[in-house]
């Protein structure tokens, strides 16, 4: 019984360090033998095999035989989680393109140079960015982008109502 449950802690040990070497042996045979699988196989192997050596009268090889189905059981459902979570997909980040052609407000005037703020809604939320005009523009006065140079300014033009 000592050999299996060192089997299992030597599997849970395996776990924690997969979180610390995340992505070591991922990709080797499509993912089967990725450090999570082989982790989760090695300590349902100790621990099933614990549990059927202990619980019943059966001999090491079926201790052994029914562990190593627990572990298979194990590994192919980490397998497929881990499947999942990497399929899991978030929305597209913004970028500044989705901001042309968008509307906002001029909060701090711009200038006769070309230089203040706007307030934009970007993925919903305001944001507040330096904006350039080819002339001045009063705060307040609504204003529409024609496009974005960086990630933090943008070129606007009043709209004419």
């Not at 202990?54 to 090491?60: E, F, I, K, R």
């Not at 001029?106 to 706007?118: F, K, M, Q």
């Not at 305001?126 to 496009?147: D, I, L, M, N, Y």
């Amino acid at each position: 019984m000592a050999w299996f449950l060192g089997l299992g802690i030597t599997g849970v040990v395996l776990l924690a360090l997969s979180l610390v070497f995340d992505g070591v042996l991922d990709g080797v045979l499509d993912g089967w033998l990725s450090l999570p699988v082989v982790a989760g196989f090695a300590a349902m192997t100790g621990f099933g095999g614990a549990i059927a050596l202990g619980a019943t009268d059966v001999g090491l090889g079926p201790a052994t035989g029914a562990g190593v189905l627990c572990g298979m059981g194990t590994a192919w459902l980490t397998y497929r989680f881990s499947r999942v979570l990497m399929r899991d997909q978030t929305a597209r980040t913004p970028t500044g393109d989705d901001l042309v052609g968008t509307s906002g407000n001029v909060v701090t005037a711009i200038s006769a140079d070309g230089y203040g703020e706007v307030l934009l809604q970007l993925a919903g939320q305001p944001v507040k960015f330096a904006a350039r005009s080819a002339g001045p523009v009063a705060q307040g006065a609504e204003v529409w982008v024609e496009a974005a140079p960086s990630a933090t300014s943008v070129v606007v033009r009043p709209v004419d109502r």
